[in-house]
């Protein structure tokens, strides 16, 4: 990161002119990665987890609560102990895409070598608090765990305030000014690119929650509007114009090693059937412009913050400058499996120049497929300096492409000459209020891989009914109201798949079109994660692999606080964040049920949030009296064996 941040980012123009070379030796270098590790075998679980703070900023007496653009000073305290002893620090701290976020992880190795791991997660998060209240020491600063800001893109969110420069400003947005975005060149190049390859400023309407007071249609005049917003805001939407309110939002994502390809393939497609679900569990994003939306979480929202696409891209022109009609955004869900191609029902744009070089340098179909997949995309910030690259020591070009498909799962291969292993990480989560939540989702994670590998689980379905399950997923109050695609019966093996486990089958997708209507229907979370009659459940499931297990009781009391948490919130009994927070707004003395969430009620909100995750105010609302015996705990440190990270940083 230390010679990236110095480097120099390349124009729109010069980017877009060397895309090709991006192209042809990111390729390559995945090529290299993959014929030196394909045959690997025996690595461990291990696995980390990622949360991204907020800085907040609270006057009091004036009763305003805003983003607080500290982070760049705060990281050179922050990353002090990583940087002075790479091998044992307890935390690792890195830049992320907004000047008021700071991403956490946990230090210098990753968990996994004992089952007591599970009890350090929650500790270690409570440690990483401590870090920043310790390097915000002296100002009124605090962090929060918290997935998008109420009033982020409200006048003057920032604290020093900032106003938008729509005519001059690298994003053009009329809310959000190119100071909110971290000081690492990366990002916002990556603001200008986005905006500049699409050929215009990013467009997100989300449907605003219409109370009573609501005006019918709503439609909001922006006093600074250049025109884009009467243009491109739709009646009865939430418009957003610029990369940072999507990307300006946090989450928890969690990475997991397999112990070989094959094995870390499967547990990519079987996870993936899993994102919706945890996206509805994990809502915690009602509120959007200091407006209400009918949406819970982040994901619509970032999804077309970097929405890059050309119009002819997008399909709004026919093909003449542009390759491919793309279908989805680069941050969206995963568009095909990786070991079960017979679930890939759909049609994927693919980069065949990719592809052919790929299959013909011995990279099976499903993964050439996969990979040519991602490399439909541009490279959308390049640095001089990382122009030239060799084929087999570095993979910086196949990072760029990887980095910047922001999808659902990502699956990872090793970084060159490194010990770690075949990796897969689960992206879908949106941030929670406690450490205790945080901590429960994240181990939760873990354990159903886990159960999935014990019981040889199938959760698949056709990753077209994955991708309607996200669309599910989305709307408010989808994790008690919503209905998901799920597989009713999770032992059942395809009949032709029982030795398909050790050789990923070859063949492109989609295959010979394939019925599995009958494998799924549509159910509540509660039932896919509670069980109802016949059909096991998740929790059920995992709760028979915690059993099966030899661990001390101190580990087991916190795991079964931790399903326990996750049980109450699937069945409903407890709220998403997203349902209590949009319960505190409309029960607010200053909300005039006009959707209208005002600086008191944000400064309200943001207050009992912090009391929250301070343990001022235990909030049984959200956790329902539950804690863990990890609250107790410290990290056991130093850690076993130091691994080194990619090479690549921030804004993911
Ligand atoms: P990115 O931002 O690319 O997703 P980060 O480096 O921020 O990745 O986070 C990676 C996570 O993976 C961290 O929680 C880290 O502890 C964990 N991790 C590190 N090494 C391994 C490994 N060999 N296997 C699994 N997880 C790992
Ligand atoms: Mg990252
Ligand atoms: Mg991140
Ligand atoms: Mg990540
Ligand atoms: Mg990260």
């Given amino acids: 990161m230390g010679l990236l941040s110095k480097g120099k980012p390349l124009s729109w123009e010069e980017t877009k002119k060397n895309a090709w070379k991006v192209h042809k030796v990111g390729i390559q270098q995945f090529i290299s990665l993959f014929h030196k590790l394909k045959d690997r075998k025996g690595d461990t679980l291990k696995w980390g987890d990622e949360v991204e703070y907020s800085l907040i900023s609270i006057d009091d007496e004036k009763k305003v609560a805003k983003l607080s653009l500290l982070s760049s000073q705060i990281l050179e305290v922050l990353q002090k102990p990583q940087l002075d ?251 095909m499996y990786l070991a079960n191609p017979e679930y890939n029902d759909k049609e994927v744009p693919i980069n065949e120049l990719a592809y052919q070089t790929l299959t013909e340098n011995g990279v099976d179909e499903l993964m050439a497929r996969h990979v040519a997949h991602l490399f439909i995309r541009d490279p959308i910030s390049l640095f001089a300096e990382k122009l030239e690259q060799d084929v087999e020591n570095e993979s910086d070009h196949f990072e760029n492409i990887q980095s910047t498909n922001w999808q659902s799962m990502r699956f990872k291969p090793p970084p060159p000459n490194s010990p770690i292993g075949w990796r897969v990480e689960f992206r879908p989560m949106d941030l929670q209020i406690t450490d205790f939540e945080n901590a429960a989702f994240v181990v939760f994670i873990v354990l159903v891989t886990r159960a999935i590998l014990s019981f040889k689980l199938n959760f698949l379905i056709p990753i077209s009914k994955m991708e309607d399950n996200i669309n599910r997923a989305i709307y408010r109050d989808a994790a008690r109201q919503g209905l998901f695609y799920f597989r009713k019966n999770l032992f059942s093996e395809d009949e032709d798949d029982d030795e398909g486990k050790e050789t990923p089958p070859t063949g492109a997708t989609p295959t010979a079109p394939q019925s599995h209507e009958h494998e799924y229907t549509l159910m509540s979370i509660d039932t896919i994660i509670n069980g109802k009659d016949e059909f096991p459940g998740v929790i059920p499931l995992v709760r028979m692999y915690v059993n099966s297990i030899d661990i001390d009781v101190d580990t087991r009391c916190t795991l079964m606080q931790y399903l326990r948490f996750i049980s109450k919130r699937a069945s409903g009994e407890l709220p998403t964040a997203a349902t209590w927070m949009r319960q505190f707004v409309l029960s607010h003395r200053d909300y005039k049920h006009d959707s209208v969430v005002s600086e008191i009620i944000n400064y309200d909100l943001i207050s009992k949030i912090r009391d929250i995750s301070e343990g001022r105010s235990p909030c049984n609302e959200l956790t329902g009296r539950l804690t863990s015996r990890a609250d107790s705990l410290r990290p056991s440190l130093p850690r076993r064996i130091s691994v080194r990270s990619d090479s690549k940083d921030g804004n993911d």
């Avoid at 307890?90 to 895409?97: C, D, F, L, S, V």
């Avoid at 005049?221 to 025109?227: M, S």
């Fill in 85 to 335: 002893d790479p091998l044992h620090h307890k935390a690792k701290w890195t830049p992320e895409y907004a000047s008021y976020v700071v991403e956490g992880t946990p230090g210098a190795s990753p968990y996994g070598g004992c089952y007591s791991d599970f009890n350090v997660v929650e500790a270690n998060m409570k440690l990483r608090r401590e870090m920043l209240y310790e390097a915000l020491k002296g100002t009124s600063v605090f962090p929060l765990t918290l997935t998008a800001f109420p009033r982020m893109g409200c006048p003057g969110f920032t604290e020093p305030e900032f106003l938008p420069q729509p005519a001059t400003s690298k994003s053009r947005s009329l809310f959000y000014p190119d100071e909110a975005v971290s000081s690492h060149p990366r990002f916002i190049t990556l603001t200008r690119n986005v905006r500049e390859r699409r050929g215009e400023k990013p467009a997100i309407n989300m449907p605003i929650f219409k109370d009573k007071a609501t005006p019918s249609p709503f439609v909001e005049v922006v006093p600074n509007d250049d025109g884009t917003a009467s243009t491109y805001g739709k009646p009865d939407h939430i418009y957003l114009d610029c990369m940072g309110l999507g990307m300006g939002c946090a989450c928890l994502q969690v990475t997991f090693q397999g112990c070989d390809l094959n094995e870390t393939r499967h547990l990519y497609d079987q996870l993936s059937v899993m994102c919706p679900i945890m996206l509805a569990l994990t809502a915690a994003a009602p509120i959007l412009r200091g407006y209400l939306a009918d949406v819970d979480c982040r994901w619509p929202i970032i999804s077309g913050a970097v929405d890059d696409r050309t119009q002819e891209e997008r399909g709004l022109k026919p093909l003449k400058d542009d390759k491919w009609v793309i279908p989805k955004s680069r941050y969206d869900s995963i568009d």
